[in-house]
Nanobody
Framework: QGQLVESGGGLVQAGASLRLSCAAS????????MAWFRQAAGKEREFVAA????????AYADSVKGRFTISRDNAKNTVYLQMNSLKPEDTAVYSC???????????????WGQGTQVTVSS
């Protein structure tokens, strides 16, 4: 997989929604599982959500389950993260990543985007 470029971050109030996008270059996007990770200031990067290449199977961290939805459009080489009911504790840099394997583990993801900042005020 080639480059990954995230967009859609910003500053919102608690309870608001945001949709992050991750655009991928390359012609084999559908062959890759995609995931979102996040890293808050002073904390380690953590798994948020993952989706298989077909888009059929998804996984979520317990902290976002029921509020966040990962999806993909293989025709547009793009993966999305719809974030609803945002909380201050969701504040972090969100990065997308690509892997040949469907996984929750960072070490399984070889290609990463630069990240986009999401800040949720109380």
């Amino acid at each position: 997989q080639g480059q990954l470029v995230e967009s859609g971050g910003g500053l919102v109030q608690a309870g608001a929604s945001l949709r992050l996008s991750c655009a991928a270059s390359g012609r084999t996007f559908a062959n890759y599982s995609m995931a979102w990770f996040r890293q808050a200031a002073g904390k380690e990067r953590e798994f948020v959500a993952a989706i298989t290449g077909s888009g059929i199977i998804t996984a979520y961290a317990d902290s976002v389950k029921g509020r966040f939805t990962i999806s993909r459009d293989n025709a547009k080489n793009t993966v999305y993260l719809q974030m609803n009911s945002l909380k201050p504790e969701d504040t972090a840099v969100y990065s997308c990543a690509a892997s040949r394997y469907y996984s929750r583990l960072q070490q399984d993801y070889a290609t990463w985007g630069q990240g986009t900042q999401v800040t949720v005020s109380s």
